[in-house]
């Protein structure tokens, strides 16, 4: 089992920036595939960003010249740094897992993008 606790959401205006972290349960988080999600109201969970083991990253079109994904292994974390935030990227946003294990999933935080 894995456990996920997201941090860093918030109420933000346009234009500026964020950034989430994620905290990962685990001896092998080296070896875990980190994503993020995110879910607007009435919409389906959409990936924003994958990060491998071995560091390769994609983005989703919608974010990609202001969203980084990282990780640092020695403290069992994922990070999701957002730039020039949008209103439409108001949303919930999940922090996910792939182990042979499984498929884990975090609890969410919460990112609101208002003037």
């Known amino acids: 089992q894995v456990h996920l606790v997201e941090s860093g959401g918030d109420l933000v205006q346009p234009g500026g920036s964020l950034r989430l972290s994620c905290a990962a349960s685990?001896?092998?988080?080296?070896?875990?595939?980190m994503a993020w999600y995110r879910q607007a109201p009435g919409t389906q969970r959409e990936l924003v960003a994958r990060?491998?083991?071995?560091?390769?990253?994609i983005y989703a079109d919608s974010v990609k010249g202001r969203f980084i994904i990282s990780r640092t292994n020695a403290k069992n974390t994922v990070y999701l740094q957002m730039n020039s935030l949008k209103p439409d990227d108001t949303a919930v946003y999940y922090c996910n897992a792939a182990y042979v294990s499984g498929d884990y999933w975090g609890q969410g935080t919460q990112v609101t993008v208002s003037s």
């Open positions: 990060i491998t083991s071995g560091g390769s990253t």
């Open positions: 685990g001896a092998f988080f080296r070896l875990y595939t």
